[in-house]
């Protein structure tokens, strides 16, 4: 039996039939066609699916469609400002914080909301934020440079 779910994504109102079973992940890319936010691990471990829900980031591919009835939604496609990226995502750009790019949407999630929150975030801050993220190409240093160059920029010190 489908259910019909409506919520928000990036600001806009959607509504769209899923199985009970359907992963929010696979709704929001397979359904309504967000494909930004990547599928990897699906069971919770990578962070390339993380998503802002509710004002949260979280792993999409362990998060029930059916739950979201109701949710607002934040994916990576909803960050940028027309042609401006986010700060977060130029900063990944600008320091070469992205190789393969497939953990990328998921780590900009997290730093947006984490940087949302603060705009001097502590290294334990920062390690908090991304624990959830794995990258298997970058080898990190790059992503924490990043992380700290859009909080410079967001909060006018570069
Ligand atoms: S794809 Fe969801 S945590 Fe890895
Ligand atoms: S850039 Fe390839 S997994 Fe992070």
Same mark, same amino acid.
């Given at each position: 039996?489908?259910?019909?779910?409506?919520?928000?994504?990036?600001?806009?109102?959607?509504?769209?039939?899923?199985?009970?079973?359907?992963?929010?992940?696979?709704?929001?890319?397979?359904?309504?066609?967000?494909?930004?936010?990547?599928?990897?691990?699906?069971?919770?471990?990578?962070?390339?699916?993380?998503?802002?829900?509710?004002?949260?980031?979280?792993?999409?591919?362990?998060?029930?469609?059916? #739950?979201?009835?109701? %949710?607002?939604?934040?994916? +990576?496609?909803?960050?940028?400002?027309?042609? *401006?990226?986010?700060?977060?995502? @130029?900063?990944?750009?600008?320091?070469?914080?992205?190789?393969?790019?497939?953990?990328?949407?998921?780590?900009?999630?997290?730093?947006?909301?984490?940087?949302?929150?603060?705009?001097?975030?502590?290294?334990? #801050?920062?390690?908090? %934020?991304?624990?959830?993220? +794995?990258?298997?190409?970058?080898?990190?240093? *790059?992503?924490?440079?990043?992380? @700290?160059?859009?909080?410079?920029?967001?909060?006018?010190?570069?």
């Amino acid at each position: 039996m489908s259910l019909t779910i409506n919520l928000t994504v990036n600001g806009n109102t959607q509504s769209a039939t899923a199985e009970p079973s359907t992963s929010l992940l696979d709704f929001l890319r397979d359904t309504l066609n967000y494909k930004g936010t990547k599928l990897c691990c699906n069971t919770g471990e990578c962070g390339a699916c993380t998503i802002i829900y509710n004002g949260k980031p979280i792993n999409s591919c362990v998060t029930l469609a059916a #739950d979201a009835n109701g %949710a607002e939604i934040v994916t +990576i496609e909803g960050l940028a400002d027309g042609d *401006k990226l986010h700060p977060v995502q @130029q900063a990944f750009i600008d320091t070469g914080a992205v190789q393969c790019g497939y953990c990328t949407p998921g780590y900009i999630i997290s730093v947006k909301v984490l940087l949302d929150r603060t705009k001097e975030p502590t290294p334990e #801050d920062i390690e908090e %934020a991304v624990s959830g993220n +794995i990258c298997r190409c970058t080898g990190y240093t *790059k992503i924490v440079d990043a992380i @700290q160059l859009a909080a410079d920029r967001m909060a006018g010190r570069s």
